[in-house]
């Protein structure tokens, strides 16, 4: 017999700039949640099934021999996109599971939009095609000063097509993510990733349980 409490299933995204600590945070949360009898699984964009991890490895190798267009990108992200919500994301949560995904559309609005300077009505059109009308219950936006975030992201190892850019590059996304949390306060929660990791994992877990409808 399953011991397992029956919540109604919570799809929460976990966002930031490189090295922020989105996997380490991701992992803790989910063994907060597990610790809790809540059934949880743990994912990520672009990725997540195994095309979309094919999609990934295309998104991320460095260098290819020739330069990506930024819309081929943008199509990749949500090609990507597209075949984890529909095979592991969306029957994940119609089962009931809460859904832990270190990234998801808020990335593509940050890096796609603010990054490279795609328009946001495109990214718009876009998500409403790849995303089927899931969207997430609770955004945790994981900031930090740029330089923080890139030493620890340095620190771990070499970098992938993403981290090889420049300051001005990461600068525009992070004031895109903060803009994003501007416009979606009730979604997005911010969370201080500059502070050390206890005190990151104390303000997350607070937070959580916030998140947590009642039993039925
Ligand atoms: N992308 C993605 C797009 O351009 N568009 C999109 O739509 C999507 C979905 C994906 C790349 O793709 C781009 C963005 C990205 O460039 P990724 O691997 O998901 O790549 O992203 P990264 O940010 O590169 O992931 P990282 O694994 O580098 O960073 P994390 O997960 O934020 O950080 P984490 O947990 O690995 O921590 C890094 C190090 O810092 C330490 C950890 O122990 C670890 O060593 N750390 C701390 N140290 C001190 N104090 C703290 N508070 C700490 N928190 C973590």
């Given at each position: 017999?399953?011991?397992?409490?029956?919540?109604?299933?919570?799809?929460?995204t976990?966002?930031?700039?490189?090295?922020?600590?989105k996997?380490?945070?991701?992992?803790?949360?989910?063994q907060?949640?597990?610790?809790?009898g809540?059934?949880?699984?743990?994912t990520r964009?672009?990725?997540?099934?195994?095309?979309?991890?094919?999609?990934?490895?295309?998104l991320?190798?460095?260098?290819?021999?020739?330069?990506?267009?930024?819309?081929?990108?943008?199509?990749?992200?949500?090609?990507?996109?597209?075949?984890?919500?529909e095979?592991?994301?969306?029957?994940?949560?119609?089962r009931g599971?809460w859904?832990?995904?270190?990234?998801?559309t808020?990335s593509?609005?940050?890096?796609q939009?603010?990054?490279?300077?795609?328009?946001?009505?495109?990214?718009?059109?876009l998500?409403?095609i790849?995303?089927?009308?899931?969207e997430?219950?609770k955004?945790?936006?994981?900031d930090?000063?740029i330089?923080?975030g890139?030493?620890?992201?340095?620190?771990?190892?070499?970098a992938d097509?993403?981290?090889?850019e420049?300051?001005?590059?990461?600068?525009?996304v992070?004031?895109g993510f903060?803009a994003?949390?501007?416009?979606?306060?009730?979604?997005?929660?911010i969370?201080?990733?500059?502070?050390q990791?206890?005190a990151?994992?104390?303000?997350?877990k607070?937070?959580?349980?916030?998140?947590?409808?009642?039993?039925k």
């Amino acid at each position: 017999m399953s011991h397992k409490k029956t919540m109604p299933a919570q799809f929460i995204t976990f966002e930031g700039g490189e090295g922020v600590g989105k996997s380490t945070n991701i992992e803790y949360c989910r063994q907060l949640l597990e610790q809790q009898g809540i059934d949880v699984v743990v994912t990520r964009e672009p990725g997540g099934t195994e095309i979309a991890e094919i999609i990934r490895e295309a998104l991320l190798k460095k260098p290819h021999n020739e330069r990506m267009s930024d819309i081929t990108e943008l199509l990749l992200v949500f090609a990507a996109r597209a075949q984890h919500i529909e095979a592991f994301v969306k029957p994940a949560l119609e089962r009931g599971c809460w859904v832990l995904c270190d990234r998801f559309t808020d990335s593509t609005i940050a890096y796609q939009g603010y990054g490279r300077g795609l328009k946001l009505d495109t990214i718009s059109q876009l998500k409403t095609i790849a995303q089927m009308g899931i969207e997430p219950d609770k955004t945790f936006l994981l900031d930090a000063p740029i330089d923080i975030g890139m030493g620890r992201a340095q620190a771990r190892g070499p970098a992938d097509r993403f981290e090889v850019e420049q300051l001005d590059f990461f600068t525009r996304v992070r004031e895109g993510f903060l803009a994003i949390a501007k416009a979606s306060p009730n979604r997005v929660h911010i969370i201080n990733a500059a502070q050390q990791l206890t005190a990151v994992q104390a303000d997350l877990k607070q937070a959580l349980e916030q998140q947590k409808p009642e039993p039925k």
